[in-house]
């Protein structure tokens, strides 16, 4: 059965298509509707490569040294450890799907919990954490690094995310965002 998310936040859906767990593994599978000016910081992954196609719309995908925008039909890989961001410069929504692979259930956990924290009232206005130590969970399991001047918190996501798993609140937003 397809589960549907949707953050209240910043209006965005995604939809699991095949999670890791179904694929044993193999692949994450996620149709993903990114609203106007949506998107990501600039970040990067060491364990799996994401394969980006657009369905409808115009999807904006920055690389380290270059854009692309991708047209529906058109879909592009990004390899481990290649920094990127995704944007929706448009004023229409972009629909595509996402292939993470291998699959990552840790990066299908920090989505729940992302737009969980968001329904709860726990983000800012870009639908990022208001805590630190929750900020520190996402970016763990999620293995979504980030890149730039961000990467500066690598260090200290790794301090907040063994305290977080030390006192139980990773422990915790696993429990009520994905159970």
Known sequence: M??????????????????????QGRITTLQVSLMPGGGTPMHYHKNFTE???????????????????????????VEIGQVHAFANESSEPVVFTTVVSPGCEG??????????????????KKGLPKSLLALAVVSKISDIRPAGAGA??????????????????????????CS
């Open 2 to 23: 397809k589960e549907t998310i949707i953050n209240p936040v910043i209006k965005d859906q995604v939809t699991f298509m095949q999670t890791a767990a179904a694929s």
């Open 51 to 77: 394969t980006f196609v657009v369905v409808e719309g115009i999807l904006t995908l920055k690389l380290s040294s270059s854009t692309i925008h991708l047209f529906p039909g058109e879909k592009y890989t």
């Open 152 to 177: 500066l918190m690598i260090p200290l996501f790794g301090l907040l995310n063994l305290i977080a798993q030390l006192n139980g609140f990773k422990k915790e937003l696993l429990r009520r965002y």
């Open 107 to 124: 990066f299908e956990f920090a989505l729940r919990i992302l737009y969980g924290l968001a329904a709860d009232g726990q983000t800012d």
